[in-house]
């Protein structure tokens, strides 16, 4: 078998949540029967076993502050469109945990003590509502809007619930609104948008646990990143931290609430501290080089991680030293690390992380412009199948964090307004340009892939930059702006709106000047796009009707569609697509 499936079929977990009351209990995630399901994790008698068992997989899940339950969301083939159920820690049968309340896309999940639990949902019709369920009671709403909200954190006694909501019209950026749990009455707001405009982000990071105690962590963005704060919300007193550090900062309670575990991403890496509220000094924890894919405080005072760098696979450690959790089975073979690359480009500085195949020849080398989704995220070194089975192929991998990325300040991330897709090919051009002057990339051998925002982004620059790609690969793609926004989820085109402005009926012209359909009849690379029959994120039916005009046009092309959502969670799938990939693009490029 070749080392680049074993990367695919190595088994792999996720970091163990653990519940509050329980913290023997614990919720992972793992691959290692094929399809990603949730495990239910004893580490008292260090028994685990599969909690759910669906074709298509699950991952969304949690566990009831008591241990005693297992929630996770039962959806239909990857739709993302369904209702919670719950089974019993130690196992039994799967019954609805929300009787009541009908199928939505979810909206975030809250659950509290004596089996309490808050539940968001989504739907076209109703936009977005809460509710709050209590065992042997009717479910109860206390919220309702248009636009898109999601529930946040309760308190510890679960009297509040913080509500992260976009009312103000901009889906960038939440503001913050807790309320009284037994009526949806408003106890206090932190709103730092003005109608939408100049708007700054903000993230309810969970309620201090103490029984009682008011003091919520803030997730803000007033200065030019992410960095944590402490409101009170009986009081309104904010209170800012000690927290000096270059890039964003992301924080969560220990569990006694004397101190916060930080996470600090910058320029694509992750390192991890103890900020001491009382003394207010920040300590180092111990990182490897690398990225922190999840980190959580136990009650001991040891911290469990999930870390990973290009070239060593994921591993969920602790500060103590050991690993916490390990599959059984094969274990992923190792890629290349990366190397950054710092390029000048229109609206800044551009970082790419750039690989080399193993013992390659210094160039030009065929090279594959991997193009991250999101688009609010950002490639990292961190461990990943896809690219290491390009680079096992002799390709160059490059990487691309344009603007929209996250982890380079706010007015990095929030460049993505109006020009939609256009800025970020700028940068991936800027990017391009010096691959090929440095001697790194081969001209007649560039390969631009990508999936969701990725995928997009592939064919719109495939048609806005037909000289420059010589195949395009991309998954689960916008490809038809307009048919995308009448189709995708509520939520999502609320986020569109405050991309672009408007609805495609406000603002017609930016709409197209964004979408893939506008620029097909310029396409010369041959395009190969896969995609999910069930996705509703980038739903099938605009990506029908590319490929119909692509068809109209004879333009060179192949479609692998597949009984899925936005990607699969099933092992052997992913390698028929990656495998799929790789012989187009070496029938069309060579390797």
Not at 295 to 308: F, I, N, Q
Request: hydrophobic share 35%; proline share 8%; with cysteine.
């Amino acid at each position: 078998m070749p080392e680049w499936e074993l990367r695919f079929r190595a088994p792999r977990v996720g970091l163990p949540e653990w519940a509050e009351d329980a913290p023997h209990h614990s919720l992972f995630v793992s691959n290692v029967t094929g399809t990603y399901e949730l495990y239910a994790w004893d580490r008292t008698s260090g028994g685990r076993r599969q909690v759910t068992d669906r074709p298509n997989g699950t991952t969304d899940g949690a566990l009831s502050r008591d241990g005693a339950w297992v929630w996770w969301f039962s959806d239909t083939d990857g739709d993302e469109f369904g209702v919670w159920m719950k089974q019993p820690f130690d196992g039994g049968e799967d019954v609805p945990a929300a009787p009541g309340l009908d199928p939505s896309y979810p909206a975030g999940l809250a659950l509290g003590p004596g089996g309490l639990a808050v539940i968001g949902r989504s739907t076209d019709e109703e936009g977005t509502t809460i509710h709050v369920v209590r065992p042997g009671a009717e479910p109860r709403e206390i919220y309702r809007h248009p636009e898109s909200a999601g529930v946040g954190e309760l308190s510890e006694d679960g009297t509040l619930v913080v509500i992260e909501h976009t009312e103000h019209g901009d889906a960038m950026h939440s503001a913050l609104r807790v309320v009284r749990v037994e009526d949806g009455s408003a106890v206090a707001e932190l709103d730092d948008t003005e109608g939408g405009q100049h708007a700054l982000g903000l993230d309810g990071l969970g309620f201090a646990p103490v029984p009682g105690d008011t003091r919520l962590l803030v997730g803000h963005q007033r200065t030019d990143r992410w960095l944590p704060m402490i409101w009170d919300v009986a009081t309104g007193e904010e209170t800012a931290l000690a927290v000096d550090l270059p890039g964003d900062v992301h924080a969560e309670w220990y569990p006694d609430g004397s101190a916060l575990l930080v996470v600090h991403d910058f320029h694509a890496r992750s390192e991890m501290f103890r900020y001491d509220l009382a003394a207010g000094t920040l300590t180092p924890l111990e990182t490897p080089p690398g990225s922190v894919n999840g980190a959580t405080a136990r009650p001991d005072g040891t911290v469990e991680y999930l870390w990973s760098s290009a070239a060593q696979p994921p591993a969920v450690r602790s500060t103590d030293g050991a690993v916490v959790l390990e599959a059984p089975g094969l274990r992923a073979p190792d890629s290349v690390p990366v190397e950054d690359v710092w390029v000048d480009g229109p609206g800044g500085r551009v970082h790419a992380l750039v690989q080399r195949p193993a013992n390659a020849e210094p160039g030009p080398l065929p090279t594959v412009f991997e193009i991250h989704g999101g688009p609010t995220w950002h490639d990292s070194d961190a461990f990943a199948a896809g690219p290491a089975a390009w680079l096992d192929h002799g390709f160059a991998v490059v990487r691309v964090n344009y603007r929209g990325s996250t982890g380079y300040g706010r007015e990095w991330t929030d460049a993505l307004k109006h020009r939609v897709g256009l800025i970020e090919l700028e940068d991936i051009a800027a990017v391009r340009e010096w691959a090929v002057s440095s001697g790194l990339a081969d001209p007649s051998r560039l390969v631009l892939t990508g999936g969701s925002w990725g995928g997009y982004l592939t064919l719109l620059g495939l048609g806005i930059q037909p000289e420059s790609w010589t195949v395009g690969i991309a998954a689960v793609p916008v490809a038809d702006y307009v048919t995308a926004y009448e189709d995708e989820m509520e939520p999502l085109k609320a986020l569109d709106r405050t991309f672009f402005g408007g609805s495609p009926q406000e603002v017609p012209e930016r709409y197209e000047a964004s979408s893939p359909l506008t620029y097909v009849d310029r396409v010369t690379a041959p395009v190969y796009i896969s995609a999910g029959t069930n996705d509703p994120r980038c739903p099938i039916r605009q990506i029908d009707n590319y490929v119909e005009r692509l068809r109209a046009l004879d333009k060179p092309h192949e479609v692998y569609r597949y009984d899925a959502g936005h990607g699969s969670l099933v092992v052997e799938e992913r390698i028929k697509q990656v495998r799929l990939e790789l012989a187009f693009a070496l029938r069309h490029v060579g390797g």
